[in-house]
């Protein structure tokens, strides 16, 4: 079969411009209205995403005054959407430092089972410094405590899934017996962050597990992601970077024994797309009109961990100096390499680093036409930097309209995306397989190569 494109639409705020929310272009609903998020997944699974994703973060910004930083809650979202949309899939980010691995699995299972088998969990460990005092920690736990943590996590939930084999409800009235009491298994998990005794409190999901996303590209992150992840969202601003990174991926998840194929590598893209070049670059100039620099400064500062940029002037050509070193920071490690690269080739000032930031927080960010975007996707697909793409339209829904009514039908014609969604599950969509249930694999071996 030939390689499949796939699309996700990440839905942030209004669009992902920063000062999307502020755009005559952008929804006039409530960031807190459900109806609003209903309306733009539906548009995306008419358009045959292969799925929607929703961010989170666990403090509220600084910047509220000059910015949106509002949203609900996105496991509570998905619950919401998986009854309103039928094919789409649904991921939701939560966090591994600030949650219990009990209480996420039935949450991620109890979605899975509500939407027939659409769920994918967006797996982070919180680089948002800012969370640590939403959850009693005086200080921000450290990227590889963050990352140890997240190990210990990932084989508790795993195990919870998989406590209930698939055949272990009988519900079988007649002889009054509702599950087999052998095919439902204890987990009892004794390590260093956790003791979880299980097994989970309801049946194995129909996609066995959740859909594994992933989203860290620090080398921690990336071997996190290379043994768990089944999808990985990615933030680069060149094609090269992004040529490195999947190659990357790829060659570590073969070294974790799994097949590269089914570790889907999913940069961020951040088109303004209209009929001309010039006027799909006029949308994208008069959209950063409306970006506020001291927002900019701010978001910048929440990057590196907090470090203060307030006295670097606006107008001076940047250097690798004016920023911690990225190993020094605790937050988002990979992407403030992101950034130091861009300083390092462009020389930029920090207005226009902040104008480029606005666009889309570091991922790739760019202006053209319907013809313009399909080369490019086309381009990078074929290229060995994207399995497909992480559709993060700067202004919603207007952009997503454009993307799936314009660039969409492009891909289409060039054999390149589904005219039909073939399956109902979100395995199915991105051609993941099954996972193995611990319960048919007689050998102990095997089970643990089964846990990807
Ligand atoms: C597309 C994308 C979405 C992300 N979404 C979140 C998020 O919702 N919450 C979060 O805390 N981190 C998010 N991250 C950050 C990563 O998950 C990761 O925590 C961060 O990059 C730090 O890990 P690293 O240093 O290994 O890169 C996202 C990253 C990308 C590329």
Redesign the pocket.
């Known amino acids: 079969m030939p390689r499949r494109l796939h699309l996700n639409l990440?839905i942030h705020s209004r669009g992902h411009h920063e000062a999307s929310w502020r755009s005559p272009l952008s929804s006039p609903l409530p960031l807190t209205d459900i109806g609003y998020y209903q309306d733009v997944a539906r548009r995306a699974e008419a358009a045959l995403f292969d799925s929607i994703?929703?961010?989170?973060?666990?403090a509220l910004g600084g910047d509220v005054a000059q910015a949106a930083r509002t949203w609900l809650e996105p496991i509570t979202v998905l619950a919401a959407l998986a009854v309103s949309t039928s094919r789409i899939g649904l991921i939701a980010?939560a966090?591994t430092t600030y949650t219990e691995p009990f209480n996420l699995a039935r949450q991620f299972a109890s979605i899975d089972h509500i939407s027939n088998g659409r769920a994918a969990w967006?797996?982070?460990?919180?680089?948002?410094a800012a969370?640590a005092g939403n959850f009693g920690g005086e200080a921000q736990v450290s990227?590889a405590d963050r990352?140890a943590r997240g190990e210990e996590f990932m084989s508790v939930v795993k195990a919870l899934w998989d406590s209930w084999a698939a055949d272990a409800v009988l519900d079988d009235r007649a002889a009054g017996r509702y599950a087999r009491g052998d095919r439902i298994r204890p987990i009892d998990h004794r390590g260093d962050f956790y003791r979880v005794a299980g097994p989970l409190n309801l049946p194995r999901c129909p996609q066995g597990r959740p859909v594994l996303v992933?989203?860290?590209?620090?080398?921690?992150?990336?071997r996190?992601a290379a043994r768990h992840a089944e999808a990985v969202?990615?933030?680069h601003m060149a094609k090269e970077t992004a040529q490195q990174f999947y190659a990357d991926l790829k060659r570590l998840a073969a070294e974790e024994g799994r097949d590269p194929a089914h570790v889907l590598i999913l940069p961020?893209l951040s088109p303004m797309i209209a009929g001309t070049e010039a006027e799909a670059q006029r949308l994208a100039r008069e959209t950063n009109e409306l970006t506020d620099p001291e927002v900019g400064r701010k978001r910048l500062s929440n990057r590196f961990g907090g470090h203060d940029f307030s006295q670097l002037p606006l107008d001076r050509p940047l250097s690798p100096g004016d920023f911690p070193p990225p190993d020094t920071v605790e937050?988002?490690?990979?992407?403030t390499e992101v950034i130091l690269n861009l300083v390092r080739r462009d020389r930029p000032t920090l207005r226009q680093l902040l104008g480029y930031l606005a666009g889309a927080r570091g991922?790739f960010v760019t202006a053209g036409t319907p013809e313009q975007i399909a080369d490019l996707i086309a381009d990078w697909f074929a290229d060995g930097a994207a399995d497909g793409f992480?559709v993060m339209p700067p202004l919603l829904p207007a952009q997503l309209d454009a993307f799936a009514g314009e660039v969409i039908p492009i891909l289409q014609r060039r054999g390149l995306f589904r005219t039909a969604y073939d399956g109902v599950t979100l395995r199915e969509h991105y051609g993941l397989p099954l996972p193995a249930s611990r319960f048919d694999s007689p050998d102990p071996t095997r089970r643990a190569a089964a846990d990807g």
């Not at 994703?53 to 666990?58: I, P, S, T, V, Y």
């Not at 992933?214 to 990336?222: K, L, V, Y």
């Open positions: 990440f994703f929703f961010a989170d973060q666990l980010t966090s967006n797996i982070v460990t919180s680089w948002l969370a990227h990352y992933q989203a860290g590209s620090s080398d921690t992150g990336r996190f969202f990615t933030a961020g937050a988002a490690r990979s992407r991922h992480n």
